[in-house]
């Protein structure tokens, strides 16, 4: 059972907008904070935006105040709102997540790293 699973990628112009979801399956025992990344062509995956257990985010320099990360606690899912976008946007993100698989884990404090499948995002005119 794949645990997380990407969903909303496409292509837009440049100024244009997209929500990227994650969602969650029940395999995770404990989510204790989650995130996108993203990895364009022959560059290092980079951090987008995090969200920890109490709320707290942040933000990579180059996506403030034009991308938001949220989490539905209910309905156990991720999501990215991004806005504005530039075509140096263009990437494959990934949803992650860190955190206990199983109560046994939380116990002795062991944490485990999830990723999901990754989605496309192109920003062209």
Do not use: H
Request: proline share 3%; hydrophobic share 25%; net charge positive.
């Amino acid at each position: 059972q794949v645990p997380l699973v990407e969903s909303g990628g496409g292509s837009v112009q440049p100024g244009g907008s997209l929500r990227l979801s994650c969602a969650v399956s029940g395999s995770i025992y404990r989510i204790n904070s989650m995130g996108w990344y993203r990895q364009a062509p022959g560059k290092q995956r980079e951090l987008v935006a995090g969200i920890t257990n109490s709320g707290s985010t942040s933000y990579t320099d180059s996506v403030k105040g034009r991308f938001t990360i949220s989490r539905d606690s209910v309905t156990n899912t991720l999501y990215l709102q991004m806005n504005s976008l530039k075509p140096e946007d263009t990437a494959v993100y990934y949803c992650n997540s860190v955190g206990f698989r199983s109560l046994f884990d939380s116990r002795r404090r062991y944490e485990s790293t999830y990723w999901g499948q990754g989605t496309q995002v192109t920003v062209s005119s």
